[in-house]
């Protein structure tokens, strides 16, 4: 769906564009396909119109996305965080892509609000915290990528979309939306993806760099968790996985090598919702997806201090892994009406 961009923030931003300054570009701590494809098509638009650019991540994330063009000039403020505090610090303005909350960004979140810099938020998921100056939040989008498309087209930017923007576009939109398969997905993303592809990107390259991708650590650790750990639960049409920490160090675990996991429980007849936990030191990661209108969005809120979209949704705690999954399950009668109805 096309966003509504309110006009007199969208002019002021372009205002403040016309103008060579230091921008800086964030995402979200452990950033996905959408943080990092958003990110890096902004540098390449931005540095090619003449700014001085530079994408800090908060941490590291899936070398499935090294490929991404720009991808060598990222910094990662877990590996040089004095470096991004200055670029932060000296930034004339600064944006936060694909997150609502400053506390997504993890360490680096306080330096950013400090700030002097101008902000510009542009992201997709819902309740978004009012900590930027411009603020270009719409939750019915499917990815970020696809916000930044519109964002550069309205600035009058459109034949600015050289192949390396276009190859980071399409990454994002293919990764948020499942290849393409989940609701958020209109006949407006689709045409999006075709002028993607008339700038220069090739379906068929990206998918292999994203999805054909993987380590035979990462292959026999999904074959471990689809074949040891998977638990389906007929009558609430639930699915889960749950990996511990030391199950992680056995397969060698890289960052984003759980990545997509809990969508294999989903992908099981009759399921509604699945849920992957992950032990990691002193916090349980959790992973909502669902289907068939079922939203897991209210559920990661309420009881796992999380959020995201109606059906796809991040949740933690920092209860013991056995204690997490029990409180999951004890949570699942309240539900079976909406999982189940008789």
């Known amino acids: 769906m096309k966003p509504n961009f309110d006009q007199a923030q969208l002019q002021a931003v372009g205002e403040l564009l016309k103008v060579p300054a230091k921008v ?99 992201d997709h998921h819902l309740d978004a915290e009012d900590f930027c100056d411009f603020n270009f939040s719409f939750p019915t989008s499917c990815a970020t990528c696809e916000l930044i498309y519109y964002f550069i087209v309205a600035l009058g930017g459109k034949q600015a979309i050289t192949k390396e923007v276009a190859e980071c576009l399409y990454t994002g939109i293919m990764t948020d939306t499942g290849s393409f398969r989940f609701s958020s997905m209109t006949a407006d993303t689709h045409e999006i993806i ?97 289907k068939d209108g079922f939203s897991v969005k209210e559920l990661a809120a309420s009881h796992f201090s999380g959020g995201g979209h109606r059906n796809a949704a991040g949740g933690r705690s920092t209860d013991s892994l056995d204690q997490t999954v029990q409180r999951f399950l004890n949570l699942l009668p309240e539900y079976k009406s909406q999982l189940n109805p008789v």
């Open 24 to 122: 800086v570009i964030t995402t979200h701590h452990k950033p996905d396909g959408d943080a990092m494809g958003s990110s890096l098509a902004l540098y390449q638009y931005l540095k090619n119109s003449g700014h001085d650019v530079q994408v800090i991540a908060p941490s590291d994330y899936p070398d499935f996305l090294y490929w991404l063009p720009g991808n060598e000039q990222v910094i990662n403020y877990d590996h040089a965080g004095g470096r991004a505090k200055q670029l932060v610090q000296e930034a004339g303005l600064i944006f936060c892509l694909d997150f609502n909350a400053p506390s997504r960004m993890e360490k680096l979140g306080e330096f950013v609000v400090a700030s002097g810099a101008k902000k510009v938020l542009i």
């Open 194 to 290: 075709a002028e993607l592809m008339r700038a220069g990107a090739e379906n068929y390259t990206i998918h292999e760099n994203i999805y054909d991708n993987f380590s035979l650590d990462r292959t026999r650790f999904l074959g471990h968790c689809i074949k040891e750990k998977l638990v389906v639960l007929p009558e609430y049409r639930t699915a889960y996985i749950q990996v511990t920490k030391e199950e992680l160090k056995e397969y060698n675990h890289q960052s984003g090598d759980t990545e997509g996991i809990v969508n294999y429980a989903l992908g099981i007849k009759g399921v509604k919702m699945a849920v992957f936990f992950c032990e990691r030191d002193h916090l349980i990661k959790i992973s909502f997806r669902s």
